[in-house]
């Protein structure tokens, strides 16, 4: 009673906390849809109870036998059907996310029988056209899944793992839908988008403990869903019931059974890109790698007040470490090999999870809800030095980071229907995330790279890290508001929806700057802004050193983002066997720089979303459903960091005769060209601009339209195989082109391919012709074919599918992966016209063949075994220069990475030889490489394996649960070196070799009681 009591008083602590700062959005829900088969009159009324809450609707049949229960909170109903008060026949169904749970009953001679009564069977809904899958935490949890968002997108099909680089080392990564980048996805829990919105990479989250189910739409959302060009990750937390529940619970993923990994050394692979083991000097280590992780959690569940005011709370303390390798320069680091040890621990009040949600059943026909959570996780990030050739790891630390991460999530979110008819939903909510890192000290350690080559036996090293520091956080508030009216055989739907993102973000070189030293190679260029910067005429390999300082410091970094969407959709139901979904969305997209100004502002026309159900057979389980649409993303908070923050990017380039020991600065410095000024490329130099000057009047935001046709077919009760084609194009591409037309102080929003009109460094507003520009078209095009068979048996579940696809095109999406850049929308694509010639190809989420099959078997009553097992061909890999064979101004600018390698040789009158001074860029022979030429990295094979033991201690219903990844310990390289040259002419004796594999085997043990 004492657990109770303490139970029951922490329940009421956290209702606290929802109800009194609650915002909101809409709450996550399901349809009941039915009919009475062969209804020819009579009086019969509908009802739904839901088994959890005893609440309870009533509806009417119309005129044809139908009826239909809108927005009901997910679960477990009770529908029965009454003729004159009696309850003539009844079943019991389960209501799935944002679903159509189908309900038939059968009249015959003035009675009823019920068509679908069993809640193990598959159940069909004819009336979607949306293609993804539905998954209950329950399932989850006796499956072999990992508990991220990433793991629960990637068993759907047409959803693969994208770069590995993005993020920390051994990180669950981010998922890729339909050939769409990693940053074009968006998530949902009970209705309020956490999605990241400075990069759209990755999604706030809550134990798994919490959630209820999870819906992965992979293509075809209505209207009602937008600002995602991939895919939709919605989920619905559990709610409580009639019944006080309590649950507790512990996990475990030992250090000691994490397998160790790999090591990928230099000289390895060229030629193929296959990241063979090498010959070289070491690269990347993950052999000392190491994932520690401990939580538990405390849940409990029921009536404030029966049968109308319910809760549900939990509290997660976890303790985690994560140790691994690093590389103190760039975070690419294509360039740089591991020289650091990193120790990441997050334990305590800093890595505490808590929420709760409360229900309020206003009356059976209104509901309102209220929700929150706190997920802060803090950690102290400590640096060592690690000796890359000896492998030997400093004990003592050379600095140390505080790493804010995390935030809070709170929400209300109003249901209700009137007049059986007509259904309201309400939602206002709001979501602060927070990635500030603090070091320990800002002024003394620069960051230092040692790119030379030949590799120095004795690299330059700095005494820390270094890096960028600043706060740095996120808002979003959000607000919905969703109608729905139900009229003869149609069904309208129109909504609101607006999000105000407010950013703060401040970045200053920690220790003053960011020294990278690199070799010139003979004839070997600096490119500029206007042209060639600086030219190696010495006859022989140069040393010399860039600095690079990025700072908005000194003057903000508050702004943000207003995107207000209107829709309206009509479901129609022209038939008993067709359902048309007619549908439109209008976006407007607003950016707002740190001095207040508008710098890009989108107010488009109305985009269709166009669906189609046919049910050939008229028993409710076979369809023939299509959809085309048309998908907006909006321009990312980050953008807003990069353009208008007052963000000062400049490098400037040296000769040095000398390096401090303590920091590893240079010293003796002298400018290239022998001035500060035209040895400096300025990427931008702290002004915000205006929209006239930023973004081109005629651009339009980026969109992708997408094609879908397929089929499903009950083969019998346990058994459904469905086939669906799937095909997505860019109809605009949005990107900053950077070239001499554009505004000189600032890069320039454009559709590249396509003229503009923007104003010049001189005030004057021009039309700026494609020709002019010289940018290609942007294309991104996928096309796949899915297989899928579903099995749901008494015994056993499983969900077996096949995907053929191919994404082709010259740039990927929203960020770039084959050299990690993570600039939403601002990548290094279409900034120069030489960074494209080349471009076309197999795009990096290519994966041509993906196998995936999943599911559980119950061994007996107690014991459960389950799998999930995938396998991947391997992306495309390329060749990437670091010169051009035009250096005009036009044509190539200050940076970027080509698709020519340069030689080392020249074409003098005809002879070809090695360079001298005397030869022109003309003279220069490259080779060029198109998008792919580096061939693929290799398949990847993964198999997971569970067993859920559930028993009873007294009256307590207790579980114990042991789940193996990566079983068979396979480690392929995930990740691959692309970048053959260093400089141009110097060549990468890191190209080829592995930035990452595969995660080695590791195990969780957990075990938890509910009384």
Request: hydrophobic content about 30%; overall charge negative; charged content about 20%.
């Amino acid at each position: 009673m004492n657990i109770r009591l303490l139970m029951r008083t922490l329940c009421v602590a956290l209702a606290l906390f929802v109800t009194v700062p609650a915002y909101a959005v809409g709450e996550a829900t399901g349809n009941i849809v039915g009919s009475l088969e062969n209804y020819s009159g009579g009086n019969f009324t509908v009802n739904a109870t839901h088994t959890a809450t005893g609440r309870s609707r009533d509806v009417s049949v119309d005129s044809s036998g139908d009826f239909r229960f809108s927005q009901l909170p997910v679960g477990t109903y009770i529908v029965s059907v009454s003729s004159d008060g009696n309850v003539v026949a009844e079943s019991q169904f389960n209501v799935a996310l944002n679903g159509n749970t189908v309900a038939r009953f059968e009249v015959s001679d003035g009675s009823l029988e019920e068509i679908v009564v069993t809640a193990t069977a598959l159940t069909g809904d004819v009336y979607s056209t949306d293609s993804g899958l539905v998954l209950s935490e329950t399932e989850i949890d006796i499956m072999p899944v990992a508990r991220t968002l990433t793991g629960i997108s990637l068993l759907a099909p047409g959803v693969v793992l994208g770069e590995s680089k993005f993020g920390l080392s051994g990180g669950p990564g981010f998922a890729s839908f339909g050939g769409s980048s990693i940053a074009e996805n968006s998530c949902y829990i009970n209705g309020l988008e956490v999605t990241n919105t400075s990069q759209g990479l990755g999604c706030g989250a809550v134990p798994f403990e919490f959630y209820q189910q999870f819906q992965v739409k992979t293509g075809g959302y209505s209207a009602q869903y937008g600002r995602s060009t991939g895919g939709v990750l919605n989920a619905v937390t559990k709610s409580g019931g009639n019944e006080w529940e309590f649950g507790i619970g512990a996990a475990i993923e030992p250090k000691s059974l994490y397998e160790e990994g790999k090591i990928s050394r230099g000289n390895g692979g060229l030629g193929g890109g296959q990241g063979g083991v090498g010959t070289g000097r070491i690269f990347r280590d993950t052999t000392k790698d190491e994932n520690d992780l401990f939580e538990y959690w405390l849940t409990a569940s029921g009536p404030i007040i029966e049968d109308r005011l319910f809760i549900y709370a939990i509290v997660n303390p976890r303790d985690e470490q994560q140790n691994f390798s690093w590389q103190a320069g760039s975070p690419s680091a294509e360039f740089n090999r591991d020289t650091e040890y990193r120790k990441i621990d997050k334990s305590g009040s800093d890595n505490l999870f808590w929420g709760a949600k409360v229900d309020w059943d206003i009356n059976d026909y209104h509901r309102l809800s209220a929700w929150g959570y706190s997920n802060r996780s803090d950690g102290i990030d400590t640096h060592f030095a690690k000796d890359p050739v000896t492998n030997e790891i400093s004990s003592t630390s050379n600095s140390y980071f505080i790493r804010k991460r995390g935030g809070t999530a709170s929400s209300i979110n109003y249901t209700g229907t009137f007049m059986d008819d007509f259904t309201v939903s309400a939602m206002f909510g709001t979501i602060e995330t927070e990635y500030t890192t603090e070091p320990d000290d800002v002024v003394r350690c620069p960051r230092v790279t040692d790119n030379r080559t030949p590799a120095p036996a004795v690299p330059i090293t700095g005494c820390g890290p270094g890096g960028q520091f600043g706060d740095n956080r996120d808002t979003n508030d959000q607000f919905r508001l969703d109608l729905e009216y139900s009229v003869g055989d149609h069904l309208v739907r129109v909504g609101l929806d607006k999000q105000d993102r407010d950013t703060f973000h401040l970045s200053s070189p920690i220790g003053g700057g960011r020294y990278t030293y690199s070799t010139l190679a003979p004839n070997g260029t600096i490119q500029g802004t206007n042209g060639v910067l600086y030219t190696n005429t010495t006859g022989a390999p140069q040393e010399i050193v860039n600095n690079r300082l990025f700072d908005n410091g000194q003057s903000g970094g508050k702004f943000k983002s207003e995107l207000t969407a209107y829709y309206i959709e009509d479901e129609w139901q022209l038939n008993d066997n067709v359902v048309l979904y007619l549908g439109a969305r209008k976006d407007q997209l607003t950016n707002i720089g740190g001095t207040g100004v508008v710098f890009t502002d989108f107010d488009q026309e109305w985009a269709p979303r166009v669906g189609l159900s046919w049910d050939p057979t008229g028993n409710g389980q076979d369809k023939v459903y299509s959809t085309w649409g048309r998908y907006y993303l909006p321009v990312a908070n980050n953008t807003n960091f990069r353009v208008a923050s007052g963000v000062s990017d400049t490098t400037t380039h040296y000769t040095y005769t000398g390096v401090d020991p303590a920091t590893g600065a240079p010293t003796g410095l002298v400018p290239v060209t022998g001035d500060v000024n035209t040895s400096t490329v300025v990427n931008s130099d702290g002004t915000a601009p205006t929209q006239a000057q930023f973004q081109a009047q005629e651009a339009d935001p980026f969109f992708k339209e997408e094609f879908i046709l397929g089929y499903e077919k009950y083969l019998s009760d346990e058994n459904k195989v469905s086939v669906r084609y799937v095909n997505r194009d860019v109809g605009a591409t949005l990107d900053d082109y950077c070239g001499p037309l554009a505004n000189g102080t600032y890069c320039t929003l454009v559709n590249p391919g396509f003229g503009g009109t923007w104003e010049d460094t001189d005030g004057v507003t021009r039309f700026h012709p494609a020709d002019q520009i010289k940018l290609p078209k942007g294309r991104n095009e996928y096309n796949a074919v899915q297989l899928q068979w579903d099995h749901t048996g008494e015994r056993t579940n499983f969900t077996f599918t096949y995907s053929w696809s191919q994404s082709i095109g010259n740039f990927e999406g929203a960020v770039k992966s084959d050299i990690q850049q993570p600039d939403a929308g601002i990548t290094q694509d279409f900034d120069f016209p030489a960074l494209m010639d080349g471009s076309d190809g197999y795009l990096p989420n290519d994966r041509r063949h993906v196998f995936k099959f999943f599911g559980s078997y119950q061994i007996n009553d107690k014991l459960t075994a389950g799998w999930n097992a995938s396998l991947a061909s391997g992306r495309p890999l390329n060749l990437f220069g670091q010169g051009y064979p035009d250096d005009a101004a036009d044509i190539y600018g200050a940076y970027g990475d080509t698709f020519y390698l340069f030689t080392n040789t020249c074409n003098t009158a005809g002879v070809v030889g090695p360079c001298t001074p005397a030869n022109v860029q003309a003279d220069k022979i490259y080779t060029f490489n198109p998008r792919g030429s580096g061939g693929r990295t290799p398949w990847l094979t993964t198999l997971d394996a569970s067993l859920t033991y559930d028993f009873f201690v007294g009256d307590v219903d207790m579980s114990a649960n042991l789940q193996i990844f990566n079983i068979l310990d396979i480690q392929e390289a995930t990740s691959i070196n692309e970048h053959v040259e260093q400089s141009e002419g110097t060549p990468n004796e890191w190209y080829g070799a592995a930035y990452g594999w595969q995660t080695p085997r590791y195990v969780r043990l957990s075990i938890q009681a509910r009384f």
